[in-house]
Every structure is written in structure tokens, then in C-alpha cells.
């Protein structure tokens, strides 16, 4: 029986299918019907067939997963079924209206005629990654793209001079050294220059006498901007890309066109070189036009953390070598580590601090206010910088968190063996650890150890899942989104805390169940992915909805920038289309679902 006339009118107000013509919502009418359900009647269950998506034209529905677990509630004009439909799959939620509700039943085949003739149907249920946009700049390529592959290589035992013929002939400035142990070191035309005929080192002596070993490189997934904020911080021309052991390829100052924008990279080489923080603030400040430009150019929300973080990096290391400058050597060894939204590579226009110090066990605690007025340097240098303090005082001016190595590891050990709220909010902060400068063999084996330790701990793992599932999407019945109900930002969704954080905690999750090394959350769900963790399906579905989350959370900052205004992450949910809504509204539905399936035990989604 065909739609009434007024759920026909009321079908074409409701995206998508206000696309289509007057006919074809006639047509669409004609096929679709009207059902009537009442309170706690099933729609469908988890294990049906899946036969019709479903609209709901009046009252209220609850979706609950395998578990029970409630995932959201849909008022008028949200659709259900879809997924189901589009996997080709049994129902995966079970559907139960809370009152008298009017759904619209569309059959499947009408569905799928509909997404194959219009295309804003098919974008509307297209739930993917939307297409990269074609960058026309350099510097956000992966390096692999652009590096000399199978470069120049000798042996160690190589006489110098016979590799400074090769050089001559290959018209190359710069040879690898590498043995059957993989890449030991690279010598360069500065090297042949400076060491050879300045210095006099005997031609005839072998190219370990002069190379540079162990220089710093980088891996083939880099970006080529990784290689100019190296060649500009630490005033470099060759940067081997290297693959575990394995020298890979090269890229150097003559792969790189000068004409290319530098855009990140200016500004990390006017940081690395400028002469207190006050200096470093000017360019710290255009951060945020950094940000729209690098967002509106189209590019992808973990490329852009990636670049804005590289900044806080370089002004760190930066701040780090003042502060020697300004206090002395260290009396021991040290390394200074990020944590947080620095840690894990992603962050935004808005950022504090989150880092600690790992001391040398050679510490003595006479020694320990040189550390204690290194962390206030640095980070007072941030603070100015526009990186403000920790709310939560999780910075190594605090001095639990400036520590010799042997306390950092007992402070592991303890979190695991007793997982109480604190230790699990602890942990979790420090799971994100990533080394900024200083001496990286302090945190050689503590990550692996600790992650090792910790996955042995069921109750440890068990109260981690919990501790991730505190910060929950924001699913209601306001077009299926929750939002703040009171203060400053009421009316509005948290994108941060309701939207990236959740997949935040999985990924650490995932990264405890399977051992994994990443610490960028995409790169963790990908490696989780790939080790079987996270299943093809559910692992696809979260880097989706976490696709579309943080590119909305970085859209939303640029609006804010271009408008004069400081960025956050609270978005008024009016703002957004039909379209944006409901799109918002299903990646938070997946990551629930995520949720659900890891805090049931399943771990991931099949």
C-alpha cells in the first residue's frame, strides 16, 4: 500500500530523498509503506535477514547491540537498517520502539535502485573515507615517492679515496655505508672536504675513519616535510630513509625543488633558530593560519596533527638546548618526553603541555635542581610559546614526573599491579609517551617491557577497557546526538572528549592487547588491524567514523580562525546539514558499537 499524502511530503523533506524530483519521490512513495509499532515491539533482532531500511516518521526507537548494550536512540527523520543492507550481512542491533512510532519500510531492492541512480543518495549512505583531494604540494607526499631509491653504498673497509672516485664519477654528493648488518653510516662531500683535505685524514684510510654513524633517519611512510623540518632543524643535507636495518633510499637538498611551499617548515626553521622564546612565539603564533591553510588545501586531519606537532617538537628541542646554553651540561643523561595529544602527533590549534623527564640512574639528588630548573626553562619557553600548562600538572616540573629511569619503571610496575582509578588514568597518559630529545636509549626497552607486562595483567587489561569507556559518544535523541545540556558550551557536542578521545582510548586499548608499538591513534588502528586485533571489518568501520570525527573537530577550528575567534572543540550540531548530522550521528554509532565489543570482551567488531 502506497504512502499517505502526508508521509509522502514528509519523505521528501527528509535528506537525502529531498534530492530527488517530484516524480521520483512519487515513485519512491509508491513502493515504500507504513508500519506501526508500539512500545517494546521488535523491529528486527540481532540475526535477522536484513530486508528494508527503515525512517522513522514519528516517535522513538533504541538500538542495542548483541550484548544488550544500548548504542543510541532515533527520533523522526533517522534511518536504520543500512548497514546491514550495505554489508550484505544479518542484522548486527536489535530495534525497539520506547513509544507508538510510524516508520517508513523501504525495501531493500528499491534501496539499492536508488543509491545506483542518484548520487546523493549513494553520498549520503557512502559511510567511507571521503576521496583525498589531489595535492599539487610536495611536502605532504610519503617520501618513498620522492627519495633515490638503491642509493650509492660502500663497505666500511672501503679506502676513502676510492669512494670519493665513485662519488666524482656518479656526480653524487654523498655515499651510504652499509655491511652485511644492514646501514652503518653515510659520508658526504662536507665530510671529504672538512675531514679529508682540511683535517688530513689519509685517502687511504677506510670511509668508517670519516663518516657520519648512525645519522639520523628516516622511515619510507615519513612525508617529505618530515625530511625538510630535519634538514632545517638540524642543518642537514641528506637524510637516508631506512627500513629497519635496511637502507632504503636517500633524499637530499637537490631532490627538493625550492620553489615548493614550506609552509610547516619555515616555520620549525624559524623556531630551531631562534634566540629565546620570546622570538620563537612569532612564529609559534601562526600556527593557526597554518592550520586553515593546510586544512583547506585538503589535507588529511592526521597529516595536518602531524605537521602543527612537529612545530611543539622542534620549539621543545629547541628550548632544551637553551636551556643548556643558559644552566650548563647535564650532569647525567636525560630525555624529555611528550605525552598526550604531542605524544601521539595530534595536535590541533588548541594544545598544552603533557611531558615528563626520564633521568640517568647515575642521578644524585644533589644533581636533581638542575633538573628541576631544565623542566621550569622549557616549560615556562612552551607556555609563552602558546602551549599552556597542564591542567592536570602532568609536566616534568612536577617532580613526580621528573624521575631517574629505575622510578619511572617501578611506577609501571606499581600501575600494573594495582590498578586502581589513579593508576589507570596514569597509565593511560603515559602509554602516549614518544621521545622529544635527549638520550632516546633511556626509553629503548621501558615501552615493549611495560606494554609486555601489562597485557600478562588480565585485571590490569580489564580495568584499562573500563577506564576507556568513560568518555562516551554523544548519542541521544536530538537527531541522535546528545549534546552539552548546561554551562558555557550547552546545546553544543564536544568533539574532543565525546568525539576523538573515545577512539583514542580504544586505540590504547588495542595497543595493550596486541603489544602494539604505534602511539598515533590511526596508526595504532591500523596495526591493530593488521595484527588481527581488530577484525578487516570492524577495524575499516572505526578508521571511518574516526576519519570523519577528526576532520570535523579540524573544519570546525578552521571556521572558528577564519572568523577571529580562538579555536575549541565544542560544535553547535544546528550548524551542521542533514547530511553532516547524519554522518556524525553513525560514526559515533560505530565507535558505541566499538565500545560495546571490546568493554563485552569480543575485543573487535567481526
Known amino acids: 500500500m502506497p504512502l499517505p499524502a502526508h508521509l509522502r511530503q514528509f519523505l521528501a523533506s527528509v535528506h537525502p530523498y529531498d534530492s530527488l524530483s517530484e516524480a521520483d519521490v512519487d515513485a519512491l512513495a509508491e513502493v515504500c509503506e507504513a508500519r506501526d509499532f508500539t512500545p517494546g515491539e521488535t523491529v528486527f533482532a540481532v540475526g535477522d535477514t536484513a530486508t528494508s531500511l527503515y525512517i522513522i516518521a514519528s516517535g522513538e526507537v533504541d538500538v542495542t547491540d548483541e550484548t544488550g548494550v544500548q548504542i543510541s536512540i532515533l527520533g523522526p527523520r533517522n534511518s536504520f537498517g543500512e548497514r546491514a543492507l550495505l554489508r550484505g550481512e544479518d542484522a548486527s542491533r536489535t530495534v525497539t520502539p520506547t513509544q507508538d512510532t510510524t516508520l517508513i519500510v523501504m525495501p531493500a531492492e528499491t534501496f539499492f535502485a536508488l543509491i545506483d541512480a542518484h548520487a546523493p543518495v549513494a553520498g549520503f549512505f557512502d559511510r567511507r573515507r571521503p576521496p583525498r583531494t589531489d595535492q599539487k604540494d610536495l611536502t605532504t607526499l610519503p617520501v618513498e615517492q620522492l627519495m633515490t631509491r638503491d642509493p650509492m653504498t660502500c663497505a666500511p673497509e672501503t679506502p676513502i679515496r676510492s669512494a670519493a672516485g665513485e662519488m666524482h664519477a656518479k656526480r653524487i654528493s654523498s655515499i651510504c655505508v652499509s655491511d652485511a648488518g644492514g646501514f652503518r653510516g653515510i659520508v658526504t662531500l662536507r665530510d671529504m ?180 630548573d631544565l623542566a621550569k626553562y622549557v616549560s615556562q619557553g612552551l607556555d609563552t610559546c602558546g602551549y599552556f600548562y597542564c591542567p592536570g600538572d602532568m609536566m616534568a616540573t612536577n617532580p613526580r614526573w621528573c624521575q631517574p629511569l629505575r622510578v619511572w619503571r617501578e611506577y609501571f610496575r606499581g600501575w600494573i599491579a594495582t590498578p586502581n582509578p589513579e593508576a589507570q588514568m596514569l597509565a593511560s597518559v603515559m602509554f602516549d609517551l614518544r621521545p622529544i630529545g635527549g638520550d632516546l636509549s633511556l626509553f629503548e626497552d621501558l615501552q615493549q617491557k611495560t606494554l609486555a607486562e601489562a597485557s600478562k595483567n588480565s585485571i590490569f587489561t580489564a580495568h584499562m577497557i573500563a577506564n576507556s569507556l568513560k568518555h562516551q559518544p554523544p548519542l541521544g535523541l536530538l537527531r541522535g546526538l546528545a549534546t552539552i545540556r548546561s554551562g558555557e558550551h550547552r546545546n553544543q557536542l564536544d568533539l574532543k572528549h565525546n568525539g576523538v578521545v573515545p577512539v583514542v582510548d580504544l586505540g590504547r586499548v588495542y595497543t595493550l592487547q596486541g603489544q602494539l608499538s604505534p602511539v598515533n591513534t590511526r596508526a595504532r588502528l591500523e596495526a591493530a588491524q593488521k595484527a588481527g586485533v581488530l577484525s578487516a571489518s570492524g577495524g575499516a568501520d572505526l578508521l571511518h567514523a574516526y576519519d570523519l570525527i577528526a576532520t570535523m573537530r579540524l573544519e570546525h577550528q578552521v571556521t572558528q580562525i577564519k572568523a577571529g575567534a580562538k579555536p575549541n572543540n565544542y560544535l553547535d550540531p544546528a550548524t551542521l546539514s542533514d547530511f553532516e548530522r547524519s554522518h556524525l550521528r553513525d560514526a559515533f554509532v560505530v565507535v558505541k558499537t566499538m565500545q560495546s565489543a571490546v568493554g563485552s570482551g569480543k575485543g573487535a567488531l567481526g
Not at 246 to 261: E, F, S, Y
Not at 269 to 289: F, H, L, Y
Not at 355 to 367: G, H, M, P, Y
Request: hydrophobic share 45%; proline share 6%; aromatic share 2%.
Open 193 to 372: 672536504n672538512g675531514k679529508v683535505v682540511a683535517e688530513g685524514v689519509d685517502p687511504a684510510a677506510p670511509v668508517s675513519a670519516i663518516m657520519t654513524d648512525q645519522p639520523l633517519t628516516l622511515g619510507p611512510q615519513a612525508l617529505v616535510t618530515d625530511v625538510l623540518h630535519l634538514m632545517v632543524e638540524r642543518g642537514i643535507g641528506h637524510v637516508p630513509i631506512v627500513e629497519g636495518a635496511d637502507l632504503v633510499g636517500i633524499v637530499t637538498q637537490t631532490d627538493l625543488t625550492r620553489a615548493q611551499a614550506m609552509s610547516s617548515a619555515d616555520l620549525v626553521g624559524r623556531v630551531a633558530k631562534a634566540a629565546d622564546a620570546a622570538e620563537m612565539s612569532r612564529a609559534t603564533a601562526q600556527i593557526p593560519n597554518l592550520l586553515v591553510q593546510l586544512v583547506e588545501a585538503g589535507n588529511r586531519h592526521e597529516v595536518v596533527t602531524r605537521l602543527i606537532t612537529d612545530i611543539a617538537d622542534t620549539a621543545t628541542r629547541r628550548l632544551l638546548a637553551l636551556a643548556e646554553a643558559a644552566l650548563g651540561p647535564p650532569p647525567v643523561p636525560y630525555l624529555w618526553l611528550a605525552c598526550g595529544s604531542q605524544g601521539r602527533q595530534e595536535q590541533t590549534g588548541v594544545s598544552d603541555q603533557d611531558n615528563c623527564l626520564i633521568l640517568s640512574d647515575d642521578v644524585t639528588e644533589a644533581q636533581m635542581p638542575y633538573f628541576a
